[in-house]
Structure formats: C-alpha cells, structure tokens
C-alpha cells in the first residue's frame, strides 16, 4: 500500500527519488511507475502496473467499446500515463509537460492513496488537504469498516 506523505527534492533534470516505502510497496526497486496528469487536481496520479492492468479491465468491462464515457476515460488516462523507470538509486525523470501540470519546482510532496498515489507541488497541496479534511469534518464522515476475509463481516 502507499500510505502516508513524504517531501522530495526535484533536481535541475526533473530526477526525483520515489521515496523508500513507496518503493517499497511497488515490490521490486527497479520497477516502473506509471504517471499521468490528475484530472480532477493539479497534480499527477502515479501507480504500479499492476493499478494500469486493472484500470484497464474495468474500462473494457464497465463501458462499451467504442462508447464516449471509454473513449472520454481511456483518451484522459491511457493516452496520458507514462511509464517512468526508477534509476538504481530509486529515481524517476518527470516530463517537463507533467511537472507543468502540477505547477512542480525544485520538491514535490509523494501523497498515499492506497492503492496510487498522487505527486503534489508542496503549495498546492496543504490548502487541498485542509479544504478535504474541513469536508470531513463538516458532513461528519464515516466509514463502515467490513472485514476482507471471506464469510466475515
């Protein structure tokens, strides 16, 4: 799981260090990660291959080919991801568009969504953070927790 926030430099090359845990969690120090601009924030959603394949499957099973909402979905993210490889010091090269996207300088702040995670310009992101958590707090937010383990509830 990617879990958790973490703050890292951004080179003068647009070289960044994945941080550790989420190398970690991506199972093999020099596998790939894949990043496409958020089209919900000004930011870039970045996950495993493994978040792609089934992105992928669901499009394919959830809309007819050919329909708008696959084609609006697969032309948003698909045509859009890159698959950037970790150097053997666990770093990626952003692409100028990408780190224009997110408004990203010289760091960027690594946000765990489970699953993915999202690459933030540090400025951008705590305002976002305190608007999400002021939400939660107002609609008093909750979340039925329902065990994983098959039979259980």
């Not at 070289?15 to 089209?39: E, M």
């Not at 990203?104 to 765990?112: I, K, P, T």
């Amino acid at each position: 799981m990617f879990i958790g926030r973490h703050t890292n430099k951004i080179d003068k090359k647009g070289r960044i260090s994945v941080p550790k845990p989420f190398r970690d969690a991506l199972g093999d120090a020099s596998a790939s990660i894949f990043v496409f601009p958020s089209f919900k924030f000004p930011a870039l959603e970045a996950a495993p291959r493994s978040f792609i394949e089934q992105f992928v499957a669901n499009l394919n099973a959830a809309h007819d080919l050919f329909s708008d909402d696959q084609d609006d979905l697969a032309s948003t993210v698909i045509e859009n991801t890159h698959e950037l490889a970790c150097d053997p010091e666990g770093r990626v090269i952003l692409p100028k568009h990408l780190m224009e996207h997110a408004e990203l300088g010289d760091e960027a702040v690594f946000v765990g969504r489970g699953t993915r995670f999202l690459i933030w310009s540090p400025s951008l992101y705590e305002p976002h953070n305190q608007r999400a958590v002021e939400r939660v707090r107002a609609r008093g937010a909750t979340l039925p927790m329902r065990s994983t383990e098959k039979g259980e509830q």
